[in-house]
């Protein structure tokens, strides 16, 4: 039944000239039919550059709105309107403005986890995967950084010459991991690597051999000389960990490691809305021009 689903949406896929996005969180069967599946920002920069009429978005709400802000000409189609992040709900542009008046100047450095309103109302994007680089590219030797403060936090301490304004949203799914529950595995797998998530809370980042994006994680696990690795992320990175290392073991460091909204679209859910061509992701006009900015600034950065 789901080959024949697989092969409906390939075919609609050609179809439609669409091209199929997911991020690395997605379940395991939506990751095997993408055309592309990668972290925010390898997402964020095949959402500007391809040249399919329609767009796919496997992911949450906010990598969907990123896509129709970059490439406003293409449809973009999110298979589950209900596939939100939390974080990104954590801070408004009204509450950034207010922010900012408080430290009139400092430039605002927000994490792609946002609403388009509010990367509307700030200076430059970033990712997990560039934080660091979009922090050390700004000038100023003071940044107001929003929403994630593991984030944050984690990026503040390579730049300790810069001051850090931190806003505190988190994310629900990385901070559900305890230090207590990484240490567990530790101890039941002496010898394995410790990698995780800059979103973690910082007692579980300080204890990690490595912290970076989900993609980092695809490129540290390949080359590192390891065979055991614990891994601090959202489950649904396993999928291609383990199809990319077969002769390595990756153990998730704790169950809560689930998000509730990346597990949401399922393979059902993309022929629908290839059926359907619906729901689809727009953002006003008003709203686009200024968050494109900040996105076009981040894509800016030079990467290495
Ligand atoms: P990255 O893939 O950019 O590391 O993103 C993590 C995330 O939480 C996306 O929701
Ligand atoms: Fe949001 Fe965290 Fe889920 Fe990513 S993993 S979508 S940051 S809640």
Known sequence: MSDVMKQQIKDLLKER???????????????????ITGDSLALSIEAARTDADVIVFCGVHFMAESAAILSPQKKVLLPRADAGCPMADMVTAEELEALRAKHPGVPVVTYVNSTAEVK????ICCTSANALKVAQSLPDNELIFVPDRNLGRWVARFVPEKKFIFWEGFCPTHERMTLAAVQQKKAEHPGALFICHPE????VSAIADHVCSTSGM???CRTSPASKF????EAGILYQLRLENP?????????????PNMKLTSLEDVLLSLQTMSPVVTVPEEIRAKAKRAL???LAVPRD
């Open 17 to 35: 000239n669409a091209v199929l996005l997911a991020h690395n969180y997605m379940r395991d069967e939506v990751q095997e039919i993408a055309d």
């Open 120 to 123: 509307a109302h700030s200076d």
């Open 200 to 203: 973690s809370a910082p007692e």
């Open 218 to 220: 695809y490129e540290y």
């Open 230 to 233: 614990i891994i601090g992320t």
């Open 247 to 259: 002769g390595k073991e990756f153990i998730l460091a704790s169950p809560a490691l689930f998000c």
């Open 296 to 298: 076009d600034r981040m």
